[in-house]
Structure formats: structure tokens, C-alpha cells
């Protein structure tokens, strides 16, 4: 009885505060009164429910039409100079801000044994700072004031970015200007940086993923320069003077295209942008680059293994598709959503997956490639004593859906997924000015995005069965697998690649 009572009195004297804060007369204010959000949203919810009717059940919540207009590149886009173009994305929601530079510029070595050194010019650029200021002085700066630099030399473009608070972003520009105009290459950094390339090479077949990933790039591609790999002691070999000599000319293209996002005067930065980019002298290299050629396939089908003592098979089946733009890529995209992109909505999870429990994970992919032409993709996991039964049940599905076509409820629920998520594509400024600037490098119209929601609209049951047998054809595709060869008999033949051969040299 005593512990009832010392309950029910706090209780009591609870409720005796409550009610008297509640019964305060209220403070009157000069200031204009601000609605509460919940208060408007519990008053609104209480209306509805008072004015209609609650669903049966979930499945019945109607919904409003969607009605999602990407936004349009043409708004944002600003010209500097003759080949420097750009995209400013104003949004003063965070003092922050967010800037990157393409230079659309070919960078593939013409030897071999400058392979190792080429592939670290784009963090030395960084990271052995340049125009008097040390590494460390760098560094100190940065940290200072919150902000970053960073630097990438890729095949077909560079580039650096500058990520900072918006009162610093003047000074940082001056600052990447006197770092990346003339880079000092500095020897300590560079042993970092080599250190970081050597161990890296070490652990390259660490993980079966690893493994998979040279084996599927080894059995698809013919050789190719962009596709060479150092070794560690080329890694080591390394000097200062070798990443000088190819580091000549990068950042020095005359076709330029910048994205700007975050809070700035659209007006005020392109009046900086014009003294930063006239004033921004690299000269180019004297010697010639390569243009890169295109990655050609061995175009040899059939089962590949490399051998490795594991229990969880890893798998990879690809075929030649498309180069951007083509008329196939859009209803292909439509076809595999349908056989294995669509997660749990798709054939491949709920027959592999949900109805045998043979993997976790295994879906279906489509290349998008505007510089090559790039592959489709069935992948998955499985127990090694399951790679034979996985692998009929997956191409069951695809000769069915090659031969029946997909049911009306599985296009609208393809179309309706991929046209819904392309707002994810321009989720935030500064995804929406990048994809806007290498949509012009890469030569997207200004109505892409526009013709993208058509174009899978558009898509019908027999295109679907048309790609999926056109793409999806089980004697085009190469067969990657990681796994214990003494498991896979019943695979046979096939053909078993050693794992010191997968690179390419």
C-alpha cells in the first residue's frame, strides 16, 4: 500500500505541475507569430480524419500522381571563356562550398615502364604541393579552416576540387592555383605515396571480390595500355623526376568545364571565376599524348576459374553491349531491371534467392558507357556445392523471359522504378553541377533527362524479350568464376586461369 501511494502522489504532483504551466497566462509578444509545424500537421491530420475515411488497408492509400521534372542544364550554365564552360548551383542552405575543375585530356603512357609513375601524378600533384608552400605548410592551412584539395589524373579527363566554407573560398582559390600550376614533386610525399601503391599491389588478391574483378577484366578485354598494371618493384623504382617528366602538361587543357555548387552569388562568381581561370597558366606538354583506344573484347565465351580455397563461389557472367547513345540501352535497362535489378521485385532474387536459398545476393546490371562499349552483367554468390544448380536456375530465367516476356505488372513496376529514381540522381547542388558537367564532356544533350523518362516510358513487352535474348545469351557470355576447382566437374569444360597471370603487362 505504501508504494501505491508514493505513486499515485507523484503521480498527483505531475499532473498538478502540467496543469498549472498549462493554465499560465500566457507572455504577450510584439513578434509575429510563427506556426508550429507539428501543430499544423497534427490540426491538418485531425481534419482528415475527421473528413474522411481511413483505407481498409495499406494497399489502398491512394497516392498523388508522381510528377518530377528533372532540372534543366541550360539554367545553370555559365561560359568563362572560349572552351571554359561551367555550372553554378546556388544554395545558401549551409555556408559551405563545393568546386571541381574537368579537363578533358587524354593521359595513358606509351611504355610500360612508365605505367607505376603515372599512376601516381595525380595524387603527387596534391600531395608534393607546389608554388613555394611545403607539404606540411599545406596541410597545416587547410586543416586550419577546414577545407580540402584534391587531385585525380584519369584516362580521358583531370581534375582537382575544393571543398571549404564559403568566406574561405577566395583564398583557396588563389591557393590550388599557386599548388597545382607549378607542382614541387616533394621526395618525402613521394615515398608515402609509393609505400601506399607497393602495399596496395600486395593485397590486390586479398579478398575473393579482388580476385574476380582482374579475372573478369583478364577474360573479356584483349591487351591495352589503359589496362597495364606495375608491379612493386616498378612501384619502387619510382623518382621524383619520372612523375615530373609525365605530369607535364596535365591541368593545361583549353576544354574546361567546371561544376560550382553551394553558397554562392552566381553574378559574383563568375566575375571571380574569369580573373581565376585567366590568370590559371600551365603550360601544355610538348611531347604528344596518345588518344586512348577503346577497350576491345577477347570475345572468347565460355567458363573461366581461377582456383581458391573458399567456400563461397564468386561469379560473374558478361557479354558485349552497347557504346552511348544507342537505341538498345533503354529498353535493356527496362529487360534487366525486370530480370535482376529490380532487387526483390526482380526473377533471378526470388527464384535463386527467395524460393531455393541459394545466395544472398544476385542481380543483373547493364553497362552505361559513352567511351566504350561496355558489358552486361549477371552476378552472384553461392556455395561452392550450388554453382551448377544456381547457374541452370539463373539461365532458366532468362531463356523464359526471352520466350514469354515479362507480365504487365512487371514492365509498368520496371518503368515506374527507374523513371522514380531519377530524382536520387540530383539529391543535393553539388551532385546535380557535377553530373550537368560531365554530361557535357561525355556530349549529353540538354534534354536528356527529359528524353530519359520517354525513352523507358516508351519501352515494351517485346523489346524486353528482344534484349534480353540479344544480351543476356548464355553462348556470348564469359563465365567468371573464384572458387575450389576440384568443386566444379560438373562445369566442365573449362578453363583454368592462374591467379600470377591475371595481369596485364
Known sequence: MKTNYMISVSFCAVLAVLTSCSMMPKKSSHVKHVPDMYAVAAESSSSFVESSALPEHYSKIEFPEYKYVAPYPKDYRVQIADGITGYILSDSTLPLVDFTVYFEESNVPLVLKDKAAFEMVGSM?????????SPHALEDSLEFVSASISTSVGTFLSAFEIDCLSKDFPAMLELSKKVLTDPSFDKTQLEIVKANFVTAYERRYETPAKVLSALKAKVNYEPNPRLWDANSTEYKAVSAADVKRLAKGVFSSKRIVFALSGDVNKDSAVVALKKFFAEWNVEPSKSEKVVPAPLAFARKPGVYVV???????????????????????????????????GSFSSRLMNRVRSDEGLAYSVYSTVGNDYRDTAMTTIA?????????????????????????????????QAKKSLVESLPSLFDSPSSTASIFAKGELLGKSDDHYLDYVTEIKSVTAEQVKAMIAKYFDKEKMTISIVGPVAMFDSLKPFTVIPLDSLEFR
Do not use: W
Open 125 to 133: 600533384i596534391r600531395r608534393g604541393s607546389g608554388g613555394g608552400i
Open 307 to 341: 582456383d581458391k580455397d573458399i567456400t563461397q563461389a564468386n561469379i560473374t557472367m558478361n557479354q558485349p553491349f552497347v557504346k552511348r547513345p544507342h537505341p538498345d540501352y533503354y529498353p535493356t535497362a527496362v529487360a534487366s531491371f525486370i530480370l535482376g535489378g
Open 380 to 412: 552472384l554468390q553461392t556455395k561452392v556445392e550450388t554453382v551448377d544448380f544456381a547457374l541452370k536456375l539463373i539461365f532458366e530465367e532468362v531463356e523464359k523471359l526471352a520466350k514469354e516476356g515479362p507480365t504487365p505488372d512487371e514492365l509498368e
